[in-house]
């Protein structure tokens, strides 16, 4: 057994050893330097008020993170956000779930759903942005409203419900929110697609031999068996939607009005509207810190429900 | 008699079934409908003609875009900082993965750790010291500064997913190599590399899909319009002239579609990758 004495682990020599942190050693100096770098620098930045240009930096300890705790502004995009993501919680989530069980069985066509379905999903926040952009619009032209939703209400003779879907504050956010839902839902359709072609299809054949009826079939097998796919999705939604803001902007923009600021275009206006780079990163912190403790309760949450 | 009576259950179900998938299928394909045949007509006759498919199609508005609207430059950008970003991952990741996954050195565990972590933790507002760091290192305002953030921003994932695939795979060939000489370098490209390609594939297809679709580092770090991608051209040109509808439907249509021809092409892939991470965790 000559073949076995060839590589022995204890007789690494020390040129192999070099040898072989020279194949991380690409990945790892451009994650340092954009990654890890960065991420000990806003909390270092985070200390100071800093116009981002100025060769000074004025140290002000903890006095961004007191100064947010006061901030109402900032406050209410944490609120905006939790907002859209409750809607995509719900609504995106309960759609993509129904359009999963349909597609779960020997459904013709299942190919060209699922195809359409994560169209959206592929395409880019700014292009679904614009194209919403222009449905939801309020502008006239020669008489005639040129955004397809306005249009279309004036057809059916609706003309108490036209508005101006961006601009008005009882429905800005709901809008966002709901083509942000739009955006997302072929995302967990596929995931929860997935997840229930994994489960045994001899569990359903044996509950309809005993009698079972669908609706006793969906709650006694095929939610109980989803619960860990559904935590999943919950915990990416989640994270996902707080962290919206490219389509606001590409939807609304930004800096007019408040009432569909995010989290994110509050730390963008932080930076570049009012020049504060140290504001802007204890905001990013303050964020992240929301987010993580959200999903760490979340995990916590769902391991203890499937001990159950 | 109950047989028939369940037959007939599931043919109702079938149809109520369809038409809800066709329904909102039909509201995923519209916008991207009313874009594509917006994009062929007037600024005249675009608010008069609502009709789908318009009486005279337009091509005009796709030159003027391309030329007049720039969206040739930034078309070319997008192809550059992709195409870049997307081999040097591949070859970074591939080499990086399948240390972690081949390899003895110490402190691997610690930078495997490293790198999923980046994926774990959300760090929102990550860009401003970033910003930061590319002004400090002149790197701002730069296309090899913008494709190095890119290549960073798909590392982790390409790693995890190539890794992952390295463990599964059988390391026969890989041990045949090494006793015929083949230095580890060799096998990682001679053996490890075409193996991999399925999970290759994945790796570039949601790269592609990500950095072509990236839009807040462009903004951040990209002011002239010679270096712009894409996504932050289309907002400049909306910002300058976002009344000129069939132009900015054209300009849509220019960014949308190399996304819509790679899923199509690719759909298989990118529906495997997705599941396959679904049921893994």
Redesign the interface.
Known sequence: MRVASVKNPSAVNIKDLFGNYLFILPAVLIFSLFYVYPFFEIFYLSLYEWNGISTTRHFIGLGNFFEIMQDKVWWMSVWHAAYITLIALTFQNALAFALALSCDRDIRMRRFYRFVFYLPPVLSEVVVGLIWRWILSASMQGGEPVGLLNYFLTKAHLYHLMRDWLSDPRTALTSIAIVHSWKGFGWGFIILLAGLQTIDRQLYEAARVDGASSLSILKNITIPMMVPVFIMVMILTILGSMQVFVLVLSMVGQGLVYHTEVPVTRILDSMIGTSRFGYACAQGIVFGGILVVGSFILHKFSKKVRQE | MAVSNYKWIRVV??VF??V??IF??L???F??L??LRSSLMTNETI??D?ALIPQTLHFNNFYLAWTQGKFGVYFLNSIIYTASAVFAII???S??A???SR????GKNF?FY??LA?MM??????F??????MNKLHLANTRIGYI??M??VG??LS?YILKTFFDKMPSALEDAA??DGCS?LGI?FHVALPLARPAIAVVVIFNT?NI??E??LAT?LLNHEHLMPL?RG??VY?GAYS?D?PM??AG?SI??AP??L???FM?KH??KG???G??A?
Request: proline share 6%; net charge positive.
């Open positions: 179900q079938s079934s369809h809800f998938l909102v299928a509201t995923c394909l916008p991207l009313w874009m608010f008069i609502k070859v970074i990741a080499l990086a399948y240390a972690f390899l003895q050195f110490p930078f490293l790198f980046a933790i959300p760090l929102p507002g990550s401003v010291p970033l910003v930061v760091l190095l953030c290549i960073n590392l982790s790693i090494r006793i580890k990682w899909l072509w679709n839009y807040i951040l996504q289309l907002m909306q009344v509808y900015l439907m849509l960014t949308a996304v819509v790679v899923y199509l759909q990118i529906i997705l599941s396959e679904a049921t965790g």
